[in-house]
Each structure stands twice: as structure tokens, then as C-alpha cells.
């Protein structure tokens, strides 16, 4: 059985298309005084269930801890989870004195009542090993890189070099070039941010990321390969959280901004679907 959750319900739909799952719905509300409520709406009783819950923003991290206890109430016997954007991911170690490893911490509680975890593009690969039940990392570069075809590029780049291997991955899918950006301190004032090793002059570009967050960075970059010369800059990511009207800005200075449906939104152009049916299958 599918398990449908208020986070991720038309990536839920898709999925159910895809595997002729039965699927059960999760009736949710918030009350007056902030406490969620959540209601499964069928019965689990003895089914091996999949629920699909992005965990942005916290109130979706609440439902999934009570998804998970109704379905272990409920006489679920297998209960895997599917987190498409994992939250707090970026806290996968302790910055400072006093501080707690997020990362590491919701992961020891999901754990508590599922059998099996997977997510998509995970900030980091260490994460997988705060699980002690099986988890895996699913990687959404193919899905992207194909729609990048889309865009018709010449290269694909990623905006530093930490996402060096999700990017050869995907150029590496469409049969095309890539690249990395490098930043390089002009002055106290000034860092120019430009492709380590190719010439971007009259050519089109993909900026691919796992997270565009705020997206100064994404911003910075398609500023630069702007002025490097580029004719067409888009800027693409797995999970677009776009904080702090970042979609406004990026559309300012890109050509086109995309993600997948990890998070659901108007720009959610490429579907994870078809990776999440392929690991239910």
C-alpha cells in the first residue's frame, strides 16, 4: 500500500499511476493552538506500506512521526519510509560547542517504527549511516539531466565544487560537457565566480544543484557566466526550497529556474516518480 502524505500528494498520485498501488490517504489538520492531527483513511492492517512524506517545513515532520505510529497502531507489517527532501540535513555535524547533529538526531526517530528509509539527493552522503535499519540515497541527476536536454545546453555546471560528482553524473547521462565554477577573490570587496576550465561565450548552460535554498549563490553565478558571455543560463536542482522570495530573484538574472517535486510548487517541472515506483517495484 501507498501511504499518501499531506506533503507529498500529487508526487503520491504519480507514483500510484506508475505502480498500480492501492493507495490510502492521510487526513490532516492543524488546531487552534498549532498540535497537528492526522487520520489514516483505510485500512493498513497486515500490508507492507510505503509512506511518501517530505519532511519541509516542520509541521510535515510532525505528521511523519504520527503517520508512522498509526501505522505500527494500525497492524502495518512493513513500514517503509520515503522522504523525498530530508530536513535539517545541513546540520550533519556539530559546527560549534552545544550543538546537536539534526541530521543524525531525526533520523534516530524515524527509525524507531520503520523497517526500511530512502530519500532522494541527500546533502550529504553521511547521513545515510545515522540509520541502523537499511537506507539508501536515490539519486534524482538522471531524471534532471534529462530534462536539461530540454533546455538544449552546451554544458552542464555545477555552482562549486562539492557538487562536482552529482554533476559529471548527470553530464555524463546526456552525453555532455561539464564543468565547476571557481571563486576567485578580487579584493576585500570583490569575488569573481567563473568555469575552472571551459569557455562559456555564445553558449547555452545548465547550473545544476541539490538544494537552492536563498539562492544568492545560484544568483552570483548566473550573473557571472552572464557576463562571461553565456547566451542562456538555467539554473536547475533537485529540491527548491527558495527561500526568502529566491525564485523572484533567480528568475531576474536566469532564463529559466527548475526542480523536481521533492517539494511541490509551481516550478516542480521534473517529476521523482519515477525513481521512488522503480525502488517500490
Not at 538544494?211 to 533537485?238: F, P, R, Y
Not at 536566469?254 to 515506483?277: G, H, M, R, Y
Amino acid at each position: 500500500m501507498l501511504i499518501k502524505g499531506p506533503a507529498s500528494t500529487e508526487l503520491c498520485d504519480k507514483i500510484a499511476d506508475e505502480t498500480d498501488e492501492e493507495m490510502v490517504g492521510v487526513r490532516s489538520k492543524v488546531f487552534p493552538d498549532g498540535e497537528v492531527y492526522i487520520k489514516l483513511e483505510g485500512d493498513v492492517e497486515g500490508e507492507r506500506c510505503t509512506v511518501v512524506q517530505t519532511t519541509y517545513p516542520n509541521q510535515h515532520l510532525l505528521e511523519l512521526y504520527m503517520i508512522q505510529d498509526a501505522l505500527k497502531e494500525n497492524g502495518a507489517k512493513i513500514i517503509d519510509v520515503v522522504v523525498p527532501y530530508y530536513s535539517y540535513a545541513r546540520q550533519d555535524q556539530s559546527f560549534e560547542k552545544g550543538e546537536p547533529i539534526s541530521a543524525r538526531a531525526f533520523a534516530k526517530r524515524i527509525e524507531l517504527q520503520a523497517d526500511n528509509f530512502y530519500s532522494i539527493d541527500l546533502h550529504s552522503e553521511k547521513i545515510i549511516d545515522f540509520f541502523s535499519i537499511s537506507a539508501e540515497n536515490i539519486s534524482a541527476m538522471p531524471v534532471l539531466a534529462n530534462y536539461s536536454k530540454t533546455k538544449e545546453p552546451d554544458y552542464l555546471i555545477s555552482p562549486d565544487e562539492g557538487g562536482i560528482e552529482r554533476v559529471k553524473k548527470a553530464a555524463d547521462e546526456i552525453g555532455l560537457e561539464w564543468d565547476h565554477l571557481e571563486k576567485k577573490r578580487i579584493d576585500a570587496k570583490t569575488v569573481n565566480i567563473q568555469p575552472k576550465s571551459i569557455d562559456v561565450k555564445g553558449k547555452s548552460v545548465v547550473i545544476l544543484d541539490d538544494i537552492i535554498s536563498t539562492g544568492g549563490t545560484m544568483k552570483e553565478a548566473a550573473k557571472q557566466l552572464k557576463e562571461e558571455g553565456a547566451d542562456e543560463v538555467h539554473a536547475g536542482c533537485t529540491h527548491g526550497l527558495f527561500a526568502e522570495n529566491a525564485l523572484e530573484k533567480l528568475e531576474e538574472v536566469c532564463d529559466s529556474v527548475f526542480c523536481t517535486d521533492t517539494i511541490e510548487q509551481k516550478s516542480s517541472e521534473v517529476s521523482v516518480a519515477p525513481l521512488i515506483a522503480d525502488m517500490i517495484r
